[in-house]
């Protein structure tokens, strides 16, 4: 089976702006903490014997289409493998000296815990979100269902964007206005990235 692979024109844009406006070790520290995380996802995907069909990377970061996932559960640890594998790095970056890289390894370990904890949040597409759509799909019919999730996302959007905008953490805020957005589309097409 033939792996496919797809990066997105607007996905480079923004890789260069944020090496433009934060430098090579920034982009380094978040392809490495993005990989991290979706080798978690690879890892329960595996384990749970499915298959890996594309890698995407786009706007909203990495994301991955498999199949042959048998049971839900195997479905929802697949999808917490991800953020787990992140906060598994971060830990392990902030706890521990690197020497002259040091720098480098503390900044990946706090954008992997940032990365981690955002995708965690209950919104479409986000792996917290994916989560929420998994578990309300066994008791709850789907147009309710994605009501639900539609409202958790903009809920979660802007929860973001308002912590960014408290804390000054402009990257949160950028975060809550792309959430903000996927709810405009994301939860009614199904895409699931």
Request: one cysteine or more.
């Amino acid at each position: 089976m033939k792996l496919g692979v797809r990066i997105s024109a607007i996905c480079v844009a923004v890789l260069l702006a944020v090496y433009y406006f934060y430098g090579f070790s920034t982009i380094i520290a978040f392809i490495a903490s993005a990989c991290v995380h979706e080798i978690g996802h690879i890892v329960g995907v595996v384990l749970f014997g499915g298959k890996i069909k594309s890698i995407h990377l786009e706007i909203g970061g990495f994301s991955m289409d498999g199949a042959g996932l048998a049971s839900r559960m195997g479905e929802i640890v697949a999808i917490l493998l991800g953020p787990m594998f992140g906060l598994g790095l971060a830990a392990l970056c902030c706890n521990f000296s690197f020497g002259k890289y040091d720098y480098v390894f503390k900044l990946m370990g706090q954008i992997s815990l940032w990365l981690s904890a955002y995708n965690l949040l209950p919104a479409m597409p986000l792996d917290g979100g994916r989560i929420a759509e998994r578990l309300l799909s066994t008791r709850i019919r789907r147009e309710k269902r994605e009501k639900i999730l539609e409202a958790f996302g903009v809920f979660s959007g802007v929860f973001a964007a308002l912590s960014g905008i408290f804390s000054a953490r402009y990257i949160f805020v950028g975060g809550g206005i792309c959430l903000l957005i996927a709810q405009t589309g994301i939860v009614k097409r199904k895409r699931v990235l």
